[in-house]
């Protein structure tokens, strides 16, 4: 497997525009998470999905911020209106939580490459 | 809120000179306290996870202990590719997030 992707690596923008960032889960990954890391807060978890359903969004900064997942293979994250202070690098991550074939639960996420996203 | 604090902030080793890295937490029922390397540039790597006190596990020159308060990352004889940021990351309750700390910057010297 290929692991996570996630399009575009880097991304320079002006203030204002809207950003879409794309991301493909390991195949058979029933879980997705957006991730934004920066130095001043670290990594923070900003919206999971199970099962391509939405669960927790409560990281999302503001409305500004949106996410979708209209199928198991793919997720978008958008930003609209960007702003300067959305620079960080933006990773998306994926986990398989139940073998049903082995009986055994899993809970690691595995990470994609991650978006440099700039704002000017 | 599930709080997660790694210390030191950043290691330097001389190669070979073994170290440990600390991470504790606070969390109400804790379901799994994870490992992750990070290079730069790079997304994050895992590597372990710990479900209960006493629990250790080991991967080449790395060992990772959990308590019921905290994990420590050991080191053994770090050479200079073990440079990396290693971050710790807890899950609590039915909840699949991981809430991360601020992770230990650790640069090895040959």
């Known amino acids: 497997d290929a692991g996570v992707i996630q399009s575009p690596r880097h991304e320079v923008t002006e203030m204002g525009q809207e950003v879409t960032l794309r991301c493909k889960p390991i195949?058979?990954?029933?879980?997705l998470f957006w991730y934004r890391q920066t130095m001043m807060r670290g990594l923070e978890l900003l919206i999971y999905f199970n099962n391509n359903v939405p669960i927790d969004d409560s990281g999302m900064p503001e409305d500004r911020f949106s996410a979708k997942m209209p199928n198991a293979s793919f997720s978008t994250l958008k930003i609209q209106p960007s702003e300067p202070r959305d620079s960080a690098v933006y990773f998306c991550?994926?986990?398989?939580?139940?073998?049903?074939?082995?009986?055994?639960?899993?809970?690691?996420?595995?990470f994609g490459p991650g978006t440099r996203l700039t704002v000017l | 809120e599930d709080q997660v604090t790694q210390s030191p902030e950043a290691l330097r080793l001389q190669e070979g000179e073994s170290s440990s890295l600390n991470c504790s937490y606070t969390?109400?029922?804790?379901?799994?306290l994870f490992w992750y390397r990070q290079d730069p540039g790079k997304g994050p790597e895992f590597l372990f996870t710990?479900?209960?006190a006493g629990e250790e596990k080991e991967k080449e020159r790395l060992k990772a202990t959990l308590t019921k308060k905290e994990s420590f990352l050991h080191i053994t004889a770090p050479k200079p590719e073990d440079s990396a940021t290693y971050l710790c990351?807890?899950?609590?309750?039915?909840?699949?997030?991981?809430?991360f700390g601020a992770g230990t910057t650790v640069t090895v010297r040959a």
């Open positions: 195949s058979g990954h029933d879980y």
């Open positions: 969390v109400s029922g804790l379901r799994g």
């Open positions: 990351a807890v899950q609590a309750g039915n909840d699949y997030k991981l809430s």
């Open positions: 991550a994926s986990s398989f939580s139940w073998d049903e074939s082995l009986k055994l639960s899993y809970n690691e996420q595995f």
């Open positions: 710990l479900y209960s």
